[in-house]
């Protein structure tokens, strides 16, 4: 029998997943639905327009991004109400962690629309499972502060924390955060750098914090850093 959740329901919010960097990591689900949807919401519609193509299709596209969304979440949320069906996406990844999302979500769910999760690539969770440092529980923290005195706040704010911590951040900051990292909770915390999740010069840099700060100083800084910092005292 032909699977009924590939077909889109009127009046529904679709969190659609997409890849971040490898292509053949998008579902067979998220493939159909971005296929047959009416609107398809997204970050960059140059980003969605690119991806909709190399799937062959054609669909309206809604533009929906940090600059924006206070004033199209509700605009979102009436056409749902209309009977759209709608796919939410992001330039890469899923929806709504760092990146827009949980405005239009909010909105549905206040209105009682139905909002259905499409899982699948995921940065956060491709660099925990992947980098050997524990699991059992860990706090998401999105992007690091841009300024220097409120990454070392949170590194401080944090020293404690009994579950890993997990963390975006630029190419453009990621040395200088590790510099402080070390400063702050010591050369000897172990941590794990992942850049270029699923692409062709995906890096992973486990260790102590000091000795991945030197390896980091080795390699071509490029693309967005996930950061992962295990709890004090815990050695690979």
């Not at 206070?70 to 009977?83: D, K």
């Not at 239009?104 to 909002?115: D, K, M």
């Not at 030197?214 to 295990?230: D, S, W």
Request: hydrophobic share 45%.
């Amino acid at each position: 029998m032909e699977n009924a959740s590939l077909r889109p329901l009127p009046g529904h919010l679709y969190v659609v997943a997409t890849p971040i960097g490898n292509l053949a990591d998008l579902t067979e689900r998220a493939k159909a639905l971005l296929a047959t949807v009416d609107l398809v919401a997204c970050e960059d519609t140059r980003t969605t327009g690119t991806l909709l193509t190399r799937l062959g299709v054609r669909r309206e596209l809604f533009s929906y991004h940090e600059h924006n969304e206070r004033e199209a979440a509700p605009e979102l949320a009436r056409r749902i109400a209309a009977g759209a069906s709608v796919a939410l996406v992001t330039d890469a990844g899923t929806p709504g962690l760092s990146d827009p999302g949980f405005r239009v979500v909010r909105a549905c769910r206040q209105a009682g629309l139905p909002v259905v999760p499409v899982p699948g690539p995921n940065a956060l969770l491709a660099a925990l499972s992947a980098s050997g440092l524990p699991s059992n529980g860990f706090l998401f923290l999105g992007f690091l502060p841009p300024k220097s005195a409120a990454r070392i706040a949170c590194f401080e704010r944090h020293r404690e924390f009994e579950y890993t911590l997990a963390l975006f951040e630029s190419c453009h900051r990621i040395g200088k955060a590790v510099d402080e990292l070390v400063t702050v909770l010591g050369a000897e915390r172990v941590i794990a750098v992942a850049k270029e999740l699923t692409k062709v010069h995906e890096t992973f840099l486990v260790g102590p914090a000091g000795a991945v700060r030197y390896r980091l100083a080795k390699i071509r800084l490029k693309g967005e850093f996930v950061l992962l910092i295990a709890p004090a005292g815990f050695a690979l």
